[in-house]
C-alpha cells in the first residue's frame, strides 16, 4: 500500500441551504400497475448483469472505474462504471471462497470499494472503508468468506467518504451472490433497482437541497433498463434478489392485485416465508422475494413512499421519494427468458442464522441520529450528525470487545428517516418492528423511522479491526452522519 493510499478519508462536502425548500419532484417515468389488475406497458427485454463465477474457490477480478458512455432507455449517456456496464458485473461466490479485486481508478477523483453485507474482515486490504485509492492508482483487495457465510444476494460500492453519493449515482454497483446450498427453491434472477437524473447527457450534479433531503433520480432502473420486460410462463414462481442500490429512495414495492412471499431480508431468512402486498426496502436493503407470474402483463411498482419533514421545523413539507415509478414488468409467455444467473446446486444445508433474543447482553448503548444548526460539515450551517457530532476518521466513537454481545438501541431525533447500517457484524432486530419478538429478522440496514426508535443485538463474534456505522441515505453520510467502532 503507498502513501497515498493510506488509511484516511476526506472532510464531509458541503454546499449552501436555500431556506424554503420547494418539494422534490421525480419528473420523468409516469406511474404504472398501480391499481389491482392493472396492466404494465412494453418494455425492454429482460437482462441481467453478466457473472464472474470463481473457479476452485477463488474469484479474481479487475474491476476498472472510468466514465463511460453507455445507452440508457435509448440514449446515450455518461456514467461512471465498473469495467464499462450500469451495474457493474456480478460476482458469484461460495461460502469460503476468496475474492481477489485488482481495483483501478481511471476518475479525477478518489474512490475505493466496499462489499455490503459480506461478513468479512474489514481490515487491511479488506473490506475496508478507510482506503483511499487516488487518481490514476490501483489497489489489490483480498476478501475471504468464512465457511459458514450466509447465501444471498450482496453487493459492492464505493465507500470513500465525501464522494459516496455522487459516485453511487453515477453508476457505481454491483451485485455479489453467494450460491444458496438449500434445495428446493427456484433459480434465481438478480434485480438491482437504482435511480439517476439526467442533464445535457450526463448524470445531473445534486443541488444543496438535494443533498440535504437524500437525493431521488428521475429515472429508476433496473439492471440498468426502465421498466424490463420478464417473459416467464404462467403461473410459475419467479425468484427475485432485489437489491435497493439506490442512493437515497426507498422502494415501496407492489405487484398490481396480487402477493409476494418474502422469503428475507438483508442476511434474514424467514422460514416460513411471509406474505406480503408491499415490501419495503430501504437504501442498502436486499430481499429474497418470490412471485408467481399472473395471467395478463403486469408491473412491479415501487410507490412513491413518505419518509418524512425536510428540515429543522422551519421546512415543513413531506419528503417524498418521487412517483410512482415501473421497476420490472412480469409477461406470461410460451417461452420463458432466461436470466444470466446460473441455477444453483443443492448441497449441505447453511446454518440458521443465530438467535440473540436469549442470548447474555455485555453492554447497552444508545446511538442517536440528529440533525443541527452551526459548525461545520454540514451545509450552510445544517449538520447531518450522530451522537451530536459529524464523522471523524481519527475519532474512535465506540469500542467494542471481540467475543461479546451488545444491544444498541438506534435513536432517530430528526423530522427525516433514516437508515442504520452497520458494516461486517449483521444486526438483529428485537424490538421497534412488528415482527421483531415474532421471529429472528438479520439486517445489516435498518430502517429508523422520523422520532422513532429501533432496538438491535450484535454478536460481535469476529473480525476484528476499525470500520463505521452510518445513515445509508448516502447523502447524509457524506455530510457527516457516520461514526467509527473498533473492535478489539
Do not use: K
Not at 429501533?454 to 463474534?461: D, M
Not at 447523502?475 to 473492535?487: A, I, Y
Request: charged fraction near 20%; glycine fraction near 12%; include cysteine.
Amino acid at each position: 500500500m503507498s502513501r497515498r493510499q493510506a488509511l484516511t478519508l476526506g472532510a464531509a462536502g458541503a454546499g449552501s441551504l436555500a431556506v424554503g425548500l420547494a418539494g422534490l419532484g421525480a419528473r420523468g417515468w409516469p406511474p404504472f400497475g398501480t391499481e389491482p389488475g392493472a396492466t404494465a406497458s412494453p418494455g425492454p427485454a429482460w437482462s441481467e448483469p453478466r457473472v464472474i463465477t470463481a473457479t476452485a474457490g477463488v474469484l479474481d477480478v479487475d474491476l476498472t472505474v472510468a466514465r463511460t458512455e453507455v445507452t440508457i432507455d435509448g440514449r446515450r449517456v455518461s456514467m461512471v462504471t465498473y469495467n464499462g456496464t450500469v451495474p457493474g458485473p456480478t460476482l458469484r461466490m461460495r461460502p469460503g471462497d476468496r475474492l481477489r479485486v485488482h481495483l483501478a481508478n481511471e476518475l479525477d477523483e478518489p474512490t475505493n470499494l466496499h462489499t455490503h453485507g459480506l461478513l468479512v474482515s474489514p481490515t487491511d486490504n479488506g473490506d475496508n472503508p478507510f482506503l483511499r485509492v487516488a487518481p490514476g492508482e490501483t489497489f489489490d483487495y483480498e476478501i475471504t468468506l468464512p465457511a459458514d457465510h450466509p447465501p444471498g444476494l450482496f453487493w459492492y460500492h464505493p465507500h470513500h467518504h465525501g464522494t459516496v453519493a455522487d459516485q453511487v449515482f453515477a453508476g457505481l454497483y454491483g451485485a455479489i451472490l453467494i450460491d444458496d446450498d438449500g434445495p428446493g427453491r427456484p433459480a434465481p434472477r438478480v434485480v438491482v433497482v437504482s435511480d439517476t437524473t439526467f442533464s445535457s447527457g450526463r448524470v445531473a450534479e445534486a443541488s444543496a437541497q438535494d443533498r440535504m433531503r437524500g437525493r431521488v433520480g428521475e429515472t429508476l432502473l433496473t439492471n440498468g433498463l426502465v421498466a424490463p420486460e420478464l417473459v416467464a410462463t404462467p403461473g410459475s414462481t419467479q425468484r427475485l434478489l432485489v437489491v435497493n442500490a439506490c442512493t437515497s429512495r426507498y422502494l415501496d414495492l407492489s405487484v398490481a392485485g396480487q402477493e409476494m412471499r418474502l422469503h428475507g431480508v438483508d442476511s434474514g431468512v424467514f422460514s416460513p416465508p411471509l406474505t406480503r402486498q408491499r415490501v419495503v426496502l430501504a437504501p442498502g436493503n436486499r430481499a429474497d422475494l418470490e412471485i408467481q407470474v399472473p395471467g395478463r402483463r403486469t408491473g412491479v411498482t415501487a410507490r412513491a413512499y413518505p419518509r418524512g419533514a425536510a428540515g429543522m421545523g422551519m421546512m415543513g413539507s413531506d419528503s417524498f421519494d418521487g412517483q410512482d415509478a415501473p421497476v420490472l414488468t412480469l409477461r406470461p409467455g410460451g417461452r420463458e427468458v432466461s436470466g444470466t444467473t446460473p441455477s444453483t446446486q443443492a448441497g449441505r444445508p447453511h446454518p440458521a442464522p443465530r438467535d440473540l433474543r436469549g442470548a447474555r447482553v455485555d453492554r447497552t448503548r444508545t446511538l442517536t441520529f440528529t440533525m443541527g444548526m452551526g459548525g461545520m460539515g454540514g451545509m450552510g450551517g445544517m449538520q447531518f450528525l450522530i451522537d451530536g457530532r459529524a464523522f471523524d476518521a481519527d475519532r474512535v466513537d465506540q469500542r467494542v470487545e471481540l467475543g461479546t454481545v451488545e444491544e444498541w438501541t438506534i435513536r432517530n431525533a430528526t423530522m427525516m428517516d433514516h437508515p442504520f447500517h452497520l458494516h461486517v457484524w449483521p444486526m438483529q432486530v428485537v424490538d421497534g418492528t412488528d415482527a421483531a419478538r415474532e421471529r429472528v429478522d438479520v439486517r445489516d440496514v435498518v430502517d429508523v423511522p422520523a422520532g422513532g426508535q429501533v432496538v438491535v443485538r450484535i454478536a460481535f463474534a469476529r473480525h476484528a479491526g476499525a470500520t463505521v456505522y452510518h445513515c445509508h441515505i448516502l447523502d447524509h453520510e457524506d455530510l457527516g452522519m457516520m461514526g467509527v467502532v473498533v473492535v478489539r
